[in-house]
């Protein structure tokens, strides 16, 4: 295909900068003050505007905006007005192309195909930069005939269509995703044959763990936090460097088949359980928003223990049993937990029963992963380089 010849952005367009309102114009009535965070988020709050203004800062619907000021990666974009009437604020452009050179819609893209030059060229410092105007209109853009310029706007918005399709779709499927490990949990319960035992029952102690605050001076030690919980094997990495003194250091070790429990988290989250897969070679202990119960090995597998306590008639046991006012952060006692009934089979069908969910969990530990590590901003960006590089 051949080269699109190009014109700096200047030529394309006239960049109209908005107002600088103080925080002292805002009020609560008013035209609505269309800032950066605006933009990008349409879950952000706007301000008002009730006194005079200049008509060069009102903008409605269909206006062409360029932020040029803000955190790189965030800020920086051209995007279409669609939310009604504002007044414009500082570090945003309206933009009034010259339609009879440049289509509106290509102009957009063009410009977000060009973010990351606009960043190299942006000044300040890593959390706030901005693009001088000068710079901004020295930037070229391709400017193909105006008939080629509507085809690749079709072409791009079609692909972004999709994009934005196989995004939801995505989505849907994560979330359908994230309860197919809990689901496993449910074969725990059988067929209802299995003898239901307290958890105090099946144990041979509980004991809460111990705080200890992140020092100013040398470490000899980390303690856990309540991330080491999150999945079925406790995480040894989800600590904090502390000073442990010798006799706390004993009295709260973490040994192969030790059971944890979160003891306060928020009611989603209160109760999840643990197990030490081995007994870690670093001074390590466990922090008092956590049960240590050592299983007693005669009755249940400290992981089918962990699994367990996991299952949803155990999940609501424990929530019903949590106590607290607030609904961001609960507690559930070691004596309340000891209450919570669970489904206990003899040890080798126990054994069975850990090796089919250890390879489904691990199954559903890489499907998540694997629809997680998708970057649609990644996709979008990629589809507007193809564009600009004429490959649609």
Not at 122 to 140: F, S
Not at 232 to 240: E, H, I, R
Not at 319 to 335: D, F, P, W
């Amino acid at each position: 295909m051949p080269k699109w010849p190009t014109k700096p952005l200047g030529e394309l367009c006239q960049l109209i900068n908005g107002r600088a309102f103080k925080p002292s114009d805002w009020g609560k009535e008013g035209l609505r003050i269309v800032r950066i965070q605006n933009l990008n988020d349409h879950a952000k709050p706007f301000n008002h505007f009730a006194g005079d203004y200049s008509e060069k800062h009102y903008i409605d619907d269909g206006e062409i905006l360029l932020s040029w000021s803000g955190t790189p990666g965030t800020s920086f974009g051209c995007f279409r007005w669609q939310r009604g009437p504002g007044l414009l604020n500082q570090h945003i452009f309206r933009v009034e192309v010259a339609d009879s050179i440049i289509d509106g819609d290509f102009f957009i893209y063009a410009v977000n195909s060009k973010l990351d030059e606009m960043i190299r060229q942006a000044h300040g410092g890593v959390g706030l930069r901005h693009i001088t105007k000068g710079k901004l209109e020295a930037i070229t853009l391709p400017v193909p005939s105006l008939e080629e310029q509507r085809r690749t706007v079709n072409k791009i918005n079609e692909c972004l269509t999709r994009v934005t399709e196989i995004e939801r779709l995505r989505l849907e499927s994560l979330t359908e995703a994230e309860v197919l490990a809990p689901s496993l949990y449910e074969a725990i319960e059988g067929d209802g044959k299995w003898p239901r035992r307290p958890v105090g029952e099946i144990i041979r102690q509980s004991r809460n763990g111990r705080s200890i605050k992140q020092g100013n001076g040398s470490s000899n030690g980390r303690v856990l936090t309540l991330t080491a919980v999150r999945e079925v094997s406790l995480d040894f990495d989800a600590g904090k460097a502390v000073s442990i003194p010798d006799d706390v250091a004993s009295q709260f070790s973490i040994s192969a088949g030790d059971v944890f429990v979160s003891r306060s988290n928020t009611r989603d989250l209160v109760g999840l359980s643990s197990v030490a897969e081995e007994t870690p070679k670093e001074r390590l202990i466990y922090p008092d928003l956590l049960i240590k119960l050592t299983p007693s090995l005669d009755v249940i597998r400290p992981r089918f223990l962990a699994y367990a306590l996991r299952a949803s008639d155990s999940r609501r046991q424990i929530k019903e049993r949590a106590l607290g006012s607030s609904q961001t952060m609960v507690k559930i006692s070691g004596e309340r937990l000891k209450e919570v009934a669970i489904p206990v089979p003899p040890l080798d069908r126990q054994d069975a029963i850990i090796g089919q969910f250890d390879q489904l969990h691990d199954l559903a530990a890489s499907i998540l992963s694997g629809m997680r590590s998708v970057e649609f901003h990644r996709v979008r960006e990629s589809v507007l380089r193809k564009a600009f590089a004429g490959e649609l």
